[in-house]
């Protein structure tokens, strides 16, 4: 293993560290990889410049419009007056689109398996035998006049009571996402106090989630971030960046309040060690029936069905299967975890 020096111009300071073998442990200690890693390790998210090539980053982007327009309900990408629920799949408040097998789109998939988004995951554990979550997509217009309001809904993707660096989350972004163009905020440092805030909150009644790997901050969670210094920083990139975040670090989503659509996909992975033989089970099986997940790759959470609902009713454009079937390659498919999964003798 190399050691890396660099000399740091305002103190003239040498410092000297070797690069930690094995697994990230982002506790915020100093690091010296040279690369997104420092600052994921320190600030609790990372971008990763150009994890996709711009122009097939601009592919995927025409592929999601694509998409959009082909379910013929009067959604036209040049068009901003057809920016009407009613004329798009169901997508919810926070931008969401949760159901149609959309997460298993050949387009999705292809994102997925773009070597530099999977081979960030792969520095970070330190691990090339990763398995990826089948996670939404995210649309948010930049006329948002008929879509249903995104209020702030700041918080972390990880159980207070298993505490430690568990889950690194991805987006890749799509479009560009400067300060008003909506997307992932974040609170950096919040990972390398997360413990201590959950020690010294722990009478703070919990807003309810659906899953305790969800945990919202308060009003009075807020201002104890606030009083320990930490502030909130819209994450700007461009068009095939990908985003990287600790579960543990407090964040949102905020729509676009410029001329910019967003358009992003959740891409996370996790050493497939980490997962049970159950788990791989379980993860197959939302495989071959193209259903999604949350982000945790492992499959805790996956989807009842592909279908929408839609003012109460199932979306008469709901569907089992992708418009587009996958097409995967030797790496891509290790990522659904199925090659790993034991046959008995
Ligand atoms: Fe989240």
Redesign the pocket.
Known sequence: MSTTTTEAPSTGLTVSIAPPKGRMLLDGSPTNYGDFRDALNSDGYAVVKGAIPLERAKTYANEFYTYLEGFDLGYKRDDPSTVKRANLPVINEKGMILAYGVTHEKWVWDVRSEPGVIDAFAKVYDDEDLIVSFDVVNMQFANREDMPENKPWP???QDPSKPGFRCL?GLVNLNPAGPDDGGLIVCPGGHKLSEQFHAEMADEPRIPAWTPE?FGYTENGMKWLADHGLEWVKVCCEPGDLIVWD?RTP??NLPPAGKQDRLAIYTCYMPVAEASQEDLVRKKGAFEQRLGTT?WPNAVHVAGSNIAMRNGEPCPKSRDRPVQEPVLNERAFKLTGIPYIKTEA
Request: proline letters at 0%; charged letters at 10%; hydrophobic letters at 10%.
């Open positions: 918080h972390q993707d989350q969800w579960s964040h949102y982000h």
